[in-house]
Nanobody, 115 residues
């Protein structure tokens, strides 16, 4: 069964940084592009960053230049380094397959940015 476990969220002041990590089961990680999604209260879940197995990255305009996605294919992990955080980045962050039918969603990790 595919499994995704996110960690690393927290409360940070605007301008601060956080690093999120996701451990994924090999069944979904090994053949797929992976992505970080976020869902703010009252809003739809959105894809903010993705990375192919070969390391090609794509970012939403709202996070470009501030967030960096990376993956470790040997450890089946994907990370999101978030710098210069803004209050509008407040959301629950999830990792999952990108550009294909998603696997079962994990519990996510809460990121709260205070102004």
């Amino acid at each position: 069964q595919a499994q995704l476990v996110e960690s690393g969220g927290g409360l940070v002041q605007a301008g601060g940084s956080l690093r999120l990590s996701c451990a994924a089961s090999g069944s979904i990680f090994s053949i797929n592009s992976m992505g970080w999604y976020r869902q703010a209260p009252g809003k739809q879940r959105e894809l903010v960053a993705s990375i192919s197995r070969g390391g090609i990255t794509i970012y939403a305009d709202s996070v470009k230049g501030r967030f960096t996605i990376s993956r470790d294919n040997a450890k089946n992990t994907v990370s999101l380094q978030m710098n210069n955080l803004k209050p509008e980045d407040t959301a629950v962050y999830y990792c999952n397959v990108a550009f294909r039918t998603p696997a079962s969603w994990g519990q996510g990790t809460q990121v709260t940015v205070s102004s």
